[in-house]
């Protein structure tokens, strides 16, 4: 069955980077938009990028443009979101997520956390 | 970008009672293209509906999804221990995709 595992969380100083991973497995990554998502303690989901299949076609939300990266690695079923100048606010669990539009598969989350 | 927003707030019901939960949306979200989806303490988002009305897969039928255009309901028809739970709506009509602030279901 489909599986997402992320890795890469932790606790970080502001202005810090952070990369974080996720592997997938139960499906071929190439066939799929993926996405990630973030959830701040006690808040609702936010999307932060998603890329296409062949990885040609990327977007994010204002609050991470020019800040992270994501890419992916076909061949090792992996997917990536690099994250630079973090801040106070880009303490999350971040959600590596299969799909562009509605999102049915997700992996466990890793938590990120930016303070001083 | 297309806010949502979720009412009530906190709903509180006993089991085999009905839920009802609303997602009001900014603008009109194009072709209905509106999820819900179910979260539990420490758990990811589950999927329960998509396209505003179309269940995914084994999602029980107590579960069901109405509206378009800017109003949108979820429906509990008959409240199971397992569905006290924090429910969040979300658009893909536009971008960026957006999720409501939730609704939790709790018990009464």
Redesign the interface.
Known sequence: QVQLVESGGGLVKPGESLRLSCGASGFTLSDDYMTWIRQPPG?????VSFISGPGTSI?Y??SVRGRFTISRDNDKNSLYLQMNSLTAEDTAVY?CVRG?????H????TLVTVSS | EIVLTQSPGTLSLSPGERATLSCRASQSVSSSYLAWYQQKPGQAPRLLIYGASTRATGIPDRFSGSGSGTDFTLTISRLEPEDFAVYYCQQYGGSPRTFGQGTKVEIK
């Open positions: 808040k609702g989901p936010e999307w977007y939300a204002d959600y562009r539009d509605y999102y049915g997700w992996g466990q989350g």
